[in-house]
């Protein structure tokens, strides 16, 4: 079964230190998201990707945010200046095109467990 | 109000019991619904869509009220393995972002 998959597992940087969390979405899927989800909190939405841009974002995603999709099979969060409050799993998800009636399912990839000391 | 509101739980249930929850969402624009299930420090998955009839899945039934804004899930015959968070998801109108209640915790125990 096609899955999405994330690197690394679980990062470890420095307050202020550049981190860029990768993401495999499933081949034949059009939409790509990130959410993270804080110890103890719920998922929240940071941005979706289609056809080579931002949809959407939150804002939690502010300019120390950015995504991109280098080549035609990753999909990565760049986080510029990492903060304490960046300390978070972060989920990718992809999906294929959006169904009619606006209802289609996101899967998920593992997570990255993001510490930032 | 938050957007997507659960009780948290834990729901302690007896294996092979019934349990049922709710969960409650302040935008009447909302479109779609799901309920997603999480493991403890694993990634969210998709355990059923939601429809405006109510559907049902094996031992799992899923139930929408748009008139009070709110869905269900009832589990029947509870398994040990059912433990987990359960999660409520919806899409508004317009757009593809997930809002995601807290997730309710389930607990089944022998």
């Known amino acids: 079964e096609p899955e999405v998959t994330q690197t690394p597992s679980h990062q470890v940087t420095q307050m202020g230190q550049e981190v860029i969390l990768r993401c495999v979405p499933i081949?034949?899927?059009?939409?790509f998201y990130w959410y993270r989800q804080i110890l103890g909190q719920k998922v929240e939405f940071l941005v979706s990707?289609?056809?080579?841009?931002?949809?959407?974002k939150s804002e939690i995603f502010d300019d120390q945010f950015s995504v991109e999709r280098p080549d035609g099979s990753n999909f990565t969060l760049k986080i510029r200046s990492t903060k304490l409050e960046d300390s978070a799993m972060y989920f990718c998800?992809?999906?294929?095109?959006?169904?009619?009636?606006?209802?289609?399912?996101?899967?998920f990839g593992p997570g990255t467990r993001l510490t930032v000391t | 109000r938050k957007e997507v509101e659960q009780d948290p739980g834990p729901f302690n249930v007896p294996e092979g019991a019934t349990v049922a929850f709710n969960c409650t969402y302040s935008?009447?624009?909302?479109?779609?619904f799901f309920w997603y299930r999480q493991d403890c420090r694993k990634e969210p998955k998709l355990l059923m869509s939601?429809?405006?009839s109510g559907n049902e899945d094996g031992r799992f039934t899923a139930q929408l009220n748009r008139a009070s804004q709110y869905i269900s899930l009832l589990i029947r015959d509870s398994k040990l393995s059912d433990s987990a968070t359960y999660l409520c998801?919806?899409?508004?109108?317009?757009?593809?972002?997930?809002?995601f209640g807290g997730g309710t915790r389930v607990l089944v125990k022998p």
């Open positions: 998800a992809s999906s294929e095109e959006e169904l009619a009636g606006g209802s289609y399912e996101q899967y």
């Open positions: 081949s034949n899927h059009l939409y």
């Open positions: 990707f289609y056809n080579n841009e931002i949809s959407e």
């Open positions: 935008n009447s624009a909302s479109q779609s």
């Open positions: 939601v429809y405006s």
């Open positions: 998801v919806v899409i508004k109108a317009a757009g593809n972002k997930l809002t």
